[in-house]
């Protein structure tokens, strides 16, 4: 990384987010990029948050950055950590800043409109034709303050990322730094702030690469040493489309309310564009900090791949204690999420099965599905699994295992040995005879081990729920036949 000469400035990256209401995954992964360099290097992480559209601003919005920052292992105590600074705090100085420029003379005012630009140039991809440059306008409302690009050379940017690239001058538009109500527009703001934070890196999305040649020229004029620059790949979906909040599912919230653990998610966000190496991918966060470098971010674009990350995640689950997920699962087992009561719900029956239930979930909200059996007073029957499971023959089998089932010892070995005989009895194999079984009981063709979840449930329910099942199967069956025979009059 190109770093600055031993004894000179430290290393001050800073995750500049807008707030918007929510975190996207991939400003997630730019802060924690960031935060990687800056704790590798014994740097600070500066926060500030971009409000100046105050239209847009909430203040809970930046409440849920911060909450962000936490869930990411991001302590705002860590003496790496400064902020959060708030742009709109330092509306003065981006004001200072764009007079600076006008004095100097490398930004004017203009008054053109939109419309007249476009009559003029007859073309909206070329931008503006620099018309107002030598009028020597002086500020009036409604007259917006340009920066005056070189007509020649270029800009060299240091990106670490992109192979620094080269921008020619000439098809750098003079950019409005000013609007005409006299307020600044983020070019300039996000580079005043830099400048004032002492930004010696900008790690950022690949979307702003445009505008790194502006910015970089506001860099000089104002006086400063422009910052390095690494601009982070673009995320896209499994269509390789960029990911948009419209099409995806984006927001770091949405995965935490659907289980991904905090943890799992920070080790495949780290992956996005870059590898620790030696094709390891399960990593501690520190190891990774130690490993990283930025120059080994890939510039191409990085798939966000939902199914592996919530592969990563079931490792994750498997790799805490039973008591840890079970704690983990705390938010799933009562209100709202969970379907039963509080009354219903029984932490004993659930740390029976918790062990079943953390070798095989991959997501916690996946909780609820695989225990609600134990807790509600009728299995919720899933309606493709019943149509699967009761096929012809299911109520003789379920009629003989309710029989056999009344007399055997209550134990998982005992009870399986019990319906493997009753199966065979009908010609059929334990998988298949346990099927109705499964879907009386709990509702479903997928769950937990069935002989052990029978041992939990006890005798009495067990066959409660099988009576009520062949009840259901009898009730169908003289359904049918009422309408055959009404057919066949
Ligand atoms: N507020 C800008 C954004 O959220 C920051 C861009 C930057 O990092 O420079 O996109």
């Known amino acids: 990384m190109t770093f600055p000469a031993p004894g000179s400035s430290p290393i001050r990256v800073r995750f500049a987010p807008s707030p918007t209401g929510m975190f996207h995954v991939g400003s997630a992964r730019s802060t924690l990029f960031n935060w990687a360099v800056a704790k590798q290097q014994g740097g600070t992480f500066v926060l500030r948050i971009e409000d100046t559209d105050a239209s847009r601003n909430q203040p809970e919005w930046v409440d849920g950055i911060l909450a962000a920052m936490e869930s990411l292992g991001i302590s705002t105590e860590d003496p790496a950590f400064e902020g959060p600074y708030f742009q709109s705090k330092n509306l003065e100085l981006h004001q200072q800043a764009a007079m600076r420029l006008f004095q100097a003379g490398v930004a004017y005012y203009c008054d053109c409109t939109r419309d007249a630009v476009m009559a003029r140039t007859g073309n909206q991809q070329t931008g503006y034709d620099g018309f107002c440059r030598d009028r020597g306008l002086e500020y009036a409302e409604g007259r917006a303050l340009r920066f005056r690009t070189p007509d020649e050379g270029e800009t060299h940017v240091v990106d670490l990322i992109r192979g620094n690239p080269t921008f020619p001058n000439k098809t750098l538009e003079d950019f409005v730094i000013a609007r005409g109500n006299g307020t600044p527009v983020f070019l300039l703001a996000n580079v005043v702030d830099d400048m004032d934070e002492r930004i010696t890196h900008v790690i950022r999305g690949e979307e702003h690469l445009p505008n790194t040649p502006k910015q970089q020229l506001l860099w000089e004029a104002l006086g400063g040493t422009p910052p390095v620059w690494a601009h982070l ?222 041992e939990v449930l006890g005798r009495e329910r067990t066959l409660a729920r099988i009576e009520a099942a062949l009840a259901s199967l009898a009730e169908s069956a003289a359904r049918t036949d009422a309408e055959v025979s009404a057919g066949a009059e």
């Open 233 to 454: 790949p673009v995320l896209v979906n499994e269509k390789r489309q960029k990911l948009s909040k419209r099409r995806d599912k984006v927001s770091l919230e949405s995965f935490f309310e659907e289980g991904y653990l905090p943890a799992a998610m920070v080790n495949y966000l780290m992956l996005l564009g870059w590898a620790p190496g030696n094709d390891e991918e399960i990593l501690p966060f520190d190891e990774m900090v130690s490993r990283f470098r930025i120059e080994d971010v890939n510039s191409s674009p990085a798939f966000f791949d939902v199914k592996k990350l919530t592969a990563f995640n079931g490792e994750y689950i498997r790799a805490l204690s039973v008591p840890e997920f079970t704690e983990a699962c705390g938010p799933w087992l009562h209100a709202p999420h969970a379907p039963w009561t509080e009354e219903q719900f029984d932490a004993k029956v659930f740390d029976a099965v918790a062990p079943l239930a953390h070798s095989r979930v991959a997501l916690l909200s996946e909780i609820t599905n695989n225990v609600d059996f134990l807790f509600l007073d009728a299995p919720a029957i899933d309606e493709d699994s019943w149509n699967k499971a009761m096929k012809a023959g299911a109520a003789e089998l379920l009629a003989d295992v309710r029989a056999a089932l009344a007399e055997a010892t209550w134990e998982a070995e005992v009870l399986k040995d019990t319906v493997t005989s009753v199966g065979e009895a009908h010609g059929m194999k334990l998988g298949k005879a346990q099927a109705p079984v499964r879907v009386a009981v709990t509702g479903r063709r997928i769950g937990l081990p069935l002989f052990e979840s029978l």
